[in-house]
């Protein structure tokens, strides 16, 4: 049949990739649904927590809609089993691709799955710690006199939940930088000369993934990703540096 056929190997190849893709997607979206029922069982701890930012500036956070603060559970849950559940998503991926990676390269690509792991886990910390007290000050005291704030459950969780995502996100910036190097798909001498187009794209990126419009709040995320792209300019020399002096040897 093959001789008649030659496309058919590749053809059944191609299935069985994408059935081993849809059957760790599954096994990702089971876990999930499993860490968020666990987090939603724990959901008053884990909400004292998420809220912990805006009580000590706020005496009380209101819901104006019967479903507002049911609904603000369940987000708080999904978001926090997604967290909980990252690592097991990050090994689903790894496992996925490790069978196209030769032997040698596996510890380099493990590797960089583990630092992209803990520079999400880094960013999340950045965002609860700094970017959301921080926006929240600002966006409090600069209202104070005017109105009293009376922030409802919902829409603080809504902004929460973007902030700590978007701080995962932006902190993969070096690992991306690296990944993109050591692959050969980008060189350091392409990211310098883009740096005034990179520096320009991450302005507009952190202006869209802020839910507030205000200059400062932009800023508090546009600084650290303009610091992180020059980390992760110094970390695709390295890696250039590293690729000659084997080549050399």
């Known amino acids: 049949m093959s001789a008649f056929c030659p496309e058919e190997p590749k053809k059944l190849d191609i299935v069985s990739h994408l059935e081993e893709f849809r059957k760790r997607i599954l096994i990702s979206l089971g876990v ?20 912990k930012p805006v009580l000590t500036l706020v005496p009380e956070l209101i819901y104006i809609g019967p479903a507002e603060a049911f609904t603000a559970y369940l ?19 790894w496992a996925f691709i490790a069978p196209a990676i030769s032997r040698g390269s596996r510890r380099r690509a493990a590797a960089w799955f583990l630092s992209a792991m803990l520079l999400f886990i880094a960013g999340i910390a950045f965002s ?14 600069f209202g104070a006199g005017v109105a009293t704030p009376r922030i409802t459950l919902g829409r603080y969780i809504s902004f929460f939940a973007a902030l700590i995502l978007a701080g995962g996100v932006v902190f993969e910036i ?24 990179a520096m320009l794209g991450i302005l507009i990126f952190a202006a869209v993934i802020t839910p507030t419009q205000d200059i400062v709040n932009m800023l508090m995320f546009a600084l650290p990703m303009a610091l992180l792209y020059e980390a992760g300019l110094l970390l695709a020399r390295g890696i250039e540096r590293g690729k000659r002096s084997g080549n050399a040897a």
């Open 32 to 51: 999930l649904a499993g860490a968020s029922i666990f987090t939603f069982s724990r959901g008053d701890s884990i909400l004292s927590i998420v809220t």
């Open 75 to 93: 987000t708080t849950a999904l978001l926090s089993g997604f967290i909980l559940g990252s690592p097991f998503f990050l090994y689903q991926a």
């Open 128 to 141: 609860y710690y700094l970017a959301i007290p921080g926006a929240l000050k600002f966006l409090l005291n």
């Open 174 to 197: 070096p690992v991306a930088m690296g990944l993109l190097t050591d692959t050969g798909l980008i060189n350091t001498r392409t990211l310098r000369r883009k740096r005034p187009h």
